[in-house]
Each structure stands twice: as C-alpha cells, then as structure tokens.
C-alpha cells in the first residue's frame, strides 16, 4: 500500500505534456462538435457551419503581420467558398494573447473593421489547433463533405501582394473539391506567426 501512495505521488508531479495531434491528408476532423463564442455574440462548432460539399477551417489572429497582408483575402475566400457550398470558420487559437491582442473584445473589434463576413471563433484552450497541429496565423484546413482532409497550409502563394498570386491554392483546391476532383496540391507549408498556443 505504501509503495502504491509513492508511485501515485510521483504521477502526481509529473508535468503535463501537450495533447496535439496531426491529420494528415485524408484524416478526419475531431472536435468537430465543440460549441466556440463568435464575434456575433453567437456559439458555432465546426459542423455547424460545415456546407454540402464540406469545410475551410483557418487558424489566425488579429495584429500578425501576416494576417494582415493575407486579411483582405479572406471575405473574398469566403465568397468564393459559399459559390461552392463549403463552410468556412477562422477561428483565434492565441490562448496567451487571451488578454491581450487577441482577447474576444479585440476579435470583435478587428471583425468589425474588416466587414468580417463568416464566423470568427475563439478557440478557447486552443483545443482544436492542438488537435489539428495547426502551426501559424494563417494556416488553412480543407475538408470534405465526410470531414476528411483534403488541403492544407497556406491560402496561396503570395502573402504580400494579392494581384502577384500565380497558385492560389485554397481557392483551387475548393474549386476541386466542389467539382468532385482531386486536389492537385494537397499540402504547402503554412507561413505566418506561431500560434501563441495552450499546452495541456
């Protein structure tokens, strides 16, 4: 009995590891049923928004610099995504920036100043950037209408300029995805800010 309190004690003081995972293409999405704040005052998980012929998830932030190159983007993303009846969610993972510059009421107010048109979610314990191993601020996940991954990494091949874009990858790989057609290039390396995670 004494043996079995030492050993306990000793599970007691061992640190917590970070419970991430990874999907690769062709995984399926996990907490897809999870209920996160929006900027609207509303609650959306990500079947929520998800459409017939899938989901874009994309993990950003509100002051990365490269955020806001890519930002003027994403309402036109958006668009493009409803054109072709896939959902799209941005959701903000930065749970040590919770105070600061990515707390809900500066996620509010960055909505409003960009005429946000989808959902803007906080990722409360950044459970769902652990989950997935999203890596930056922008990093984009497409799913399939049966929520298996089909793209991710970057929204195209050009954060600084919109008009210099020659792959505009998000936007083609749902344009494959809505026409029954395999995606081309399934995965690019994400490129932005590290995402200012909660290690469980």
Known sequence: MKNLIVILMIIAFIPAKAVTGTIGIGGKATLTNVKMHDVSGEKFSLADVAKENGLLVMFSSNTCPFVIQWEDRYNELKTWA???????????????????????????????????????????????????????????????????????????????????????????????????????????????????????
Do not use: W
């Open 82 to 200: 409803d054109r072709h009846n896939v959902g799209m969610i941005i959701l903000n993972s930065n749970y040590n920036n919770r105070n600061g510059v990515d707390s809900f009421e500066e996620m509010k107010k960055r909505a409003r100043e960009q005429n946000y048109n989808f959902p803007y979610v906080v990722d409360e314990e950044s459970r769902i950037a652990n989950a997935f191993d999203g890596k930056t601020t922008p990093h984009v996940f497409l799913f399939d209408k049966n929520m298996e991954l089909v793209y991710k990494g970057a929204i195209d091949d050009n954060y600084k300029s919109a008009k210099d874009v020659k792959q505009a990858y998000a936007k083609d790989a749902i344009a494959s995805l809505a026409n029954g057609q395999k995606v081309a290039v399934a995965e690019t390396k994400p490129v932005g800010c590290s995402i200012k995670r909660k290690i469980n």
